[in-house]
């Protein structure tokens, strides 16, 4: 399992360790102080690693200094094995502001634009970000499975943007990721019918392992909200090394708050509303932390 210990200093080790064990790491999006106490808390509780991760909006929200400051005194305080991600950077200035600010790894995701265009422009950024940290991993984006980590009405069409392992392989050679998000099935935000646990999502679990198999890197699976239980194991047999999960832990800090609001009326003391929403919040961050490492029995994941 991946518990932590004190050689595993760097995300690159985790990751590595990830992959031998045939687990994952989880990436918890935050945007605020509720969120990161839960999902560091459950780090903590657990004693296995973390990506903690901001994108555009929650970087700005939060302030990408600030942010650092935090993770970073979470990791010193308490040696817990927590490492931070500049989520889905659009442009190379906000990832060099990251890389300054000590991120450990950025997400540069330039997936909207024409693929040639992506790698030249990812390239040129993994240059960039190395001269400042040689030690920052760099994640690049292929493929579309839509924006958002919110509850949308309808579905996007995911057939259209599916990756094939012809053009990841082409990516990471020409690029030199580290890491790769494909599109494999999965989507950003959920569904109203996820909600209530009525629908689930599915992965094309051929489709990761033949990318695993094309590239032999590190595959990230964003958008894992709202995803099949089974189908997350089986992905991460595949090849899956790191699962994003934002919207649940948003929906669990919404219905949290809600629920702390209405049942003590006439409080008005902050931690007093919000240490039963960090709790809440905490237990999803645990109970998928929990999911990840399952599959550890099973061996490793296929390179
Ligand atoms: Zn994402």
Redesign the pocket.
Known sequence: MVAYHALMRTLRDVLQQAQADGSAVAHFNVSDVVLLEAVLGAARELNTPIIVGA?DGERKFMGVRQIAAWVKSWREEFNVPVFLNS??THSLPQALEAARAGFDAI?FDLSALPFEKNISQTREAIAALKAINPDILVEGEIGDIGTG?EIHATAPDLKRGLSTPEEAQRFVAATGVDILAPAVGNM?GMLKSMLDGETKKHLDIDRIAAIKKATGKWLTL??GSGTNDEDFLRAIRAGINIV?INTELRVAWRKGLEIALSSQPDEVVPYKILAPVVESVKQVAIGRMQLFRKGIAAGPTAR
């Open positions: 994108s989520d889905h997400v980590s950003h964003h958008g994003h």
